[in-house]
């Protein structure tokens, strides 16, 4: 935890400074009309702004009576990055919606496809303007996933141990606070007063458990917490065709052992290479007290001899050469 609070320390500065930069630079889109000599200038309607990235990254690998071994497989990922955001007067909504799902064959046994990516994530927040560039603000966010999710042993999946399905988990977080948002680029939000609700549907009660539900909270489809949050989103152009997108997300629970931090860490960086292809890298590290992650061991038989649960520092790594279209 220690490493993770540094690297976000440092990750920090690095945006508030980006920040104060872009501040500085912002422009509008104007359109000037003449009237007899004078020029009239006008804005842009700048009310609604929205826009995102389509794309689908796919590799393959034959492998046929090949002397150095190895596995064929054939991989694929899809994702879409939605923002829809409103801005007049004194009133802000900010609305983004992330998808992904990705799946990778190997042959090892026919028909069973491995979950490589799978994410569903909406956040929307509202804003009246406080002062300056402060905000008071509400927020909800909710976060889940597709599909069921295994374990994967030698390669393949283990049907009998489901580790994740639909709603199983899903986080709901409704917050207030406020938030700083000098530009469109870059904000911070920061909320005293926030409920976060785990969500393990009826048909998965067993793995809840693993999400930090305790013994007398086992019949119940939703955990709740209250407790402080605060979230940092930043986006910035590296280069002409390059772009970075990353937020990060800190929550601690009043009600029991406030000192773990749950940390939610995600970076895009996406460099266009042409008019319809991206080279996309993805980093996201979760670290939550409350998840337990299974680590399982095996004889020589495929007998299970010992298993442990701990909260483990999650980590999802994705890269990708592919289709992509932003709009």
């Known amino acids: 935890m220690k490493k993770i609070f540094s690297i976000f320390i440092s990750f ?17 889109e104007i359109e000037g009309k003449k009237n007899g000599s004078l020029l009239v200038v006008e804005e842009a309607d700048t009310t609604w702004k929205s826009g995102g990235l389509l794309g689908f990254n796919a590799s393959q690998t034959l492998l046929d009576n090949w002397a150095a071994g190895g596995q064929s497989s054939i991989t694929g990922t899809a994702f879409v990055n939605l923002f829809k955001n409103y801005a007049k007067d004194k009133w802000t909504w900010d609305n983004t919606l992330d998808l992904s799902y990705g799946l990778l064959n190997n042959g090892i046994i026919e028909g069973n496809n491995v979950k490589i990516d799978d994410k569903i994530d909406f ?21 889940s996933q597709f599909a069921p999710g295994y374990e994967v042993l030698n390669g393949a999946e283990n049907r009998d141990n489901k580790t994740s399905d639909f709603l199983a988990p899903a986080f709901a977080l409704v ?10 680029n870059f904000s911070v939000y920061i909320s005293p007063l926030t409920s976060k609700n785990t969500i393990v549907n009826e048909f998965n009660s067993g793995l809840r458990p693993n999400y930090g539900f305790g013994s007398d909270e086992l019949d119940q489809p939703i955990r709740f917490e209250l407790g402080g949050y605060a979230k940092i989103a930043y986006k910035r152009k590296l280069a002409e065709n390059a772009e ?29 290479f042409a008019k319809y292809f991206n080279v996309n890298f993805i980093l996201q590290m979760i670290y ?26 999650q980590i999802r790594q994705v890269f990708g050469i592919g289709f992509s279209y932003k709009f």
């Open 12 to 28: 920090s500065f690095v945006a508030i400074a980006g920040a104060q930069d872009l501040a500085a630079n912002e422009f509008f």
């Open 123 to 143: 956040s929307s927040k509202v804003g009246k303007l406080a002062g300056g560039d402060w905000y008071y603000s509400g927020l909800i966010n909710f976060r």
């Open 175 to 184: 917050s207030l606070g406020m938030d700083y948002k000098p530009n469109d």
């Open 244 to 272: 970075w997108q990353t937020k990060i997300d800190l929550f601690s629970n009043y009600l029991k052992n406030p000192q773990n931090v749950d940390v939610n860490w995600e970076n895009l960086v996406s460099v266009k």
């Open 288 to 313: 939550d007290d409350d998840i337990k992650i299974e680590i399982n061991e095996y004889d020589e038989a495929g007998v299970l001899t010992n298993s442990k649960n701990a909260p483990r520092l």
